[in-house]
């Protein structure tokens, strides 16, 4: 057998495109170090290893505590695309941890972030828009996405960035509508929105109408104005005027269940003004709907039934409606519990005389 | 020389001492009997440097006879070995060659033989000479030395499966490759489905948000609505009966006009005739048109008479007048001449 013995040579560099990770403890505190290296070399085997390491929550929370972040701020100004790239991709792995959430809020890396969006290296900027899309997930991330006056910019990007940083995007869009949707509605959301209704990517479809959803919903979390009743007018209002509503009705033909369920949600927000409802109903609104009720999907069935609901408001809707009803008696048993409950005020709103 | 004897317990020793060993002291060269066996054993002195040590090796040494004192023989021996030792030298120095002593009446003088001073000194003469080897011949390779065959022959071979069971020994090391490797990607996968049920949960939730969302809204706009609705139809109301008050109102005021007014018309009728508002038409023709014409045809009548009237005033006047100044005249000639 051979002799226990230990050498005294370091052990083989396998990969050499990765700094060797010190044992235990001292593997963060020397990664972090040879990050405010001025040689190009060392930082850039220093950031793959720490990109390496930090799936492991322990290890991302060692990494903040020590003020990681700060080191990578700046390495995100660098001027080797390979180190930018690899810091982008270490922020996005960190912001799949609450915690480096948590800490993104706190040391303001949403700032810095943001300055890479006119960055020319598309990867870079791929896991820029991921970061910020993980940041918005958590209620607190999109407050702060917003608080930083990033939604108008995201907005303009939309028109002309590639399509997966589109879906991104559109992602980082939707988390923000739901906390605060004035400010886009401000520059525009919804001619561009508009655009990407008639994508030939399904992904992209959804997503935008899901967005112009949230855009008509227009519910404000966030407390700077308390202005309520305005925001959620205004969506629709726009909505209307844009001449959304009758692309939205020719997505509900859409052969994917997912498009077809974020535009009937849209719809069921946008027709709640009169206008609205009138709109809907010029393009002939209720026949599809009405197929999209048998859908097996909840949530296309939903939308659904609540876009009939609305309409149902209108006398010529109801007049319409009167004759499906037994489509909606048969929702009555339903497995979902919203659903049964939203056919049966669907059914009540149909038959409700003046 | 033997001190105090510490007390110790002699049983567990592995021997006893007749004297214990211990450091000696420094004693004064004179020294005095009395006061040192009451001395304390203040001071060590270094064993080094102590004259009653023996240094060097032993095994060629001179045994001190058991007498510390010399014998007067010994004595007397010394003394005489030293003697001789001084004749010896004597005898040596006289021994040495010397330059015999000058003969009667001469004497040694230093004489220079040579014409020249040289000097003597310690310096060889030495001349370099050179000498070069021939260039180096390749030494034959020595003949393998093999020295003669002894002893016996041994073999050994390790067969397979000896030394150690590869499978059996190679299976932690894979284990901590394989496990290592799941381990880091059962990690990542973790991050990534926890993330999918994570949004998968927000979805649904988002889908009730927005449903009940939806519906509060439509509710609200149906509330709005139908508030309107029945404000509008309020109002319509009211304008309905307030236009109905009005029309009461009137009918009621004209009834009454109409009956105050009812003997109005016999007394209008009365006080138009009384002042002149029904006339007969040839009377007021006659009264219109004739009346003036007369009255202007008169007036021309009566102004042409006034006219003739100033006319014939004028002319009385004249006359007077050109009557009074020729009567003036008259007179002032009258009183001129008088």
Do not use: W
């Given at each position: ?27 963060v505190?020397?990664?972090?170090e040879?990050?405010?290296n ?22 991302a ?6 003020g ?5 701020k700046?390495?995100l100004r ?14 996005y ?12 809020l706190?040391s303001?890396?949403?700032?810095p972030?943001?300055q890479l969006f ?8 791929k ?6 899309e993980m ?12 608080e930083a006056?990033?939604?108008?910019r ?5 028109t002309s960035?590639?399509?997966e940083?589109q ?8 988390f923000?509508?739901?906390?605060d ?6 520059s525009?959301?919804v ?14 479809r ?5 967005a112009l959803m ?6 404000q979390?966030c407390n ?7 925001v959620?007018?205004?969506?629709k209002?726009k909505?209307c005027e844009?001449e959304v509503?009758?692309?939205l009705?020719?997505l509900?033909g ?12 849209a ?9 609205g409802?009138?709109?809907a109903l010029?393009a002939?609104a ?5 197929g ?11 939308n ?17 409606l ?8 048969d929702?009555?048993g ?6 049964r409950r939203?056919?049966?005020t669907?059914?009540?709103?149909i038959t409700w005389?003046? | ?8 317990k002699?049983a ?14 420094n004693r004064?060269k ?16 270094n064993?080094m ?7 060097g090796n032993?095994?060629?040494q ?11 023989i010994e004595?007397?021996r ?12 004597r005898?040596?120095e006289?021994?040495r060659p010397?330059t015999?002593?000058?003969v009667e009446?001469?004497?040694h ?11 003597l000194?310690d ?5 370099d ?8 011949l390749d ?14 022959d041994?073999?050994t071979q390790?067969l397979?499966?000896?030394?150690f ?9 894979l ?24 949004r998968?949960q927000?979805?649904?939730f988002?889908e009730?948000?927005?449903?009940e ?5 439509r ?22 009966l307030r236009l109905e ?6 009918i009621?005021?004209r ?9 109005l ?9 009384d002042n002149g508002y029904?006339?007969d ?12 014409w007369?009255m202007t045809e008169?007036?021309?009548t ?14 009385i ?16 000639t009258k009183?001129?001449?008088?």
């Open positions: 057998m051979t002799a226990v013995r230990i050498s005294g040579n370091l052990p083989p560099n396998i990969d050499c495109t990765k700094a060797p990770i010190a044992f235990g403890r001292r593997a505190p020397k990664l972090n040879e990050l405010q001025p040689e190009l070399i060392t930082r850039q085997r220093a950031l793959m290893s720490l990109c390496d390491l930090v799936h492991d929550p322990e290890i929370l060692e990494a903040m505590r020590l990681c972040l700060e080191s990578l700046r390495l660098d001027v080797d695309s390979t180190v930018r790239m690899k810091t982008t991709e270490v922020f792995r960190l912001a799949t941890h609450n915690v480096g959430r948590v800490a993104f706190k303001d890396v949403i700032l972030l943001s006119d960055e020319p290296v598309d990867v870079c900027r896991n820029m828009h991921m970061a910020i940041m918005s997930e958590f209620p607190g991330g999109a407050v702060g996405l917003v006056g990033l939604i108008p995201l907005v303009f990007k939309l960035e590639l399509e940083i879906e991104l995007i559109l992602d980082t869009l939707h923000c509508l739901c906390v949707a004035s400010e886009a509605l401000a525009e959301a001619s561009v929105l508009k655009e990407k209704l008639s994508h030939r990517s399904a992904r992209i959804n997503k935008a109408a899901r949230d855009l008509s919903l227009g519910v979390v700077l104005k308390h202005t309520l009743p305005s959620p007018l205004e969506g209002n909505l844009e509503i009758p692309i009705v020719t509900l859409d052969p994917s269940p997912e498009v077809a369920a974020s535009a009937a949600g719809l069921m927000s946008a027709t709640v003004t009169t206008p409802k009138y709109a010029n002939d209720l026949l599809p709907l009405l999209l009720v048998r859908s097996p999907q909840t949530n296309v069935c939903l659904a039934v609540k876009a009939i609901t609305v309409l149902a408001e209108a006398p010529e809707g109801r007049k319409e009167l004759k499906h009803l037994d489509l909606l008696e929702l009555r339903h497995d979902s519990e919203v659903t939203a056919a049966e669907a059914m009540r709103v005389k003046p | 020389m033997t001190s105090i004897l510490q007390p110790q002699e567990t020793g592995t021997y006893t001492f007749s004297s214990r060993p211990r450091a000696l002291q004064n004179y020294r005095d009997p009395v006061a040192e066996q009451n001395e304390e054993q203040a001071q060590y002195g064993i440097y102590d004259r009653r040590v023996v240094r032993t095994y060629a001179n045994i001190l006879p058991i007498s510390a004192q010399t014998d007067p004595i007397q010394m003394q005489e070995a030293r003697r001789r030792a001084v004749a010896r030298k005898a040596k006289q021994l010397r015999p002593e000058p009446g001469r004497k003088i230093d004489v220079q033989t040579e014409l020249y001073l040289e000097e000194s310096r060889i003469e030495e001349s000479v050179q000498c070069q080897t021939d260039a180096f030494r034959p390779a020595t003949p393998l030395f093999i020295p003669a065959k002894t002893g016996k041994v073999a390790i397979e499966g000896e030394l069971d590869f499978d059996i020994e190679v299976n932690p090391i284990e901590v490759l394989t496990g290592k490797t799941i381990e880091q990607a059962l990690l990542e996968v973790m991050e990534e489905e926890e993330l999918a049920s994570l998968a927000q979805r649904a988002e009730l948000r927005n449903a969302l939806v519906e509060v809204q509710l609200e706009e149906q509330e709005r609505r139908h508030r309107e609705e029945k404000e509008h139809r309020m109002k319509q109301q009211r304008e309905v008050k009005e029309s009461a109102k009137k009621a005021a009834a009454f006009a109409q009956h105050y007014l009812a003997d018309l016999p007394s209008v009728y009365s006080s138009l005739q029904f006339y038409s040839v009377e007021r023709d006659v009264e219109t048109e004739f009346m003036p007369l008169v007036e021309k009566l102004d042409k008479r006034v006219f003739g009237r100033t006319m014939l005033d004028m002319l006047r004249e006359v007077v007048k050109q009557r009074l100044d020729i009567f003036e005249k008259m007179e002032q009183h001129a001449s008088k």
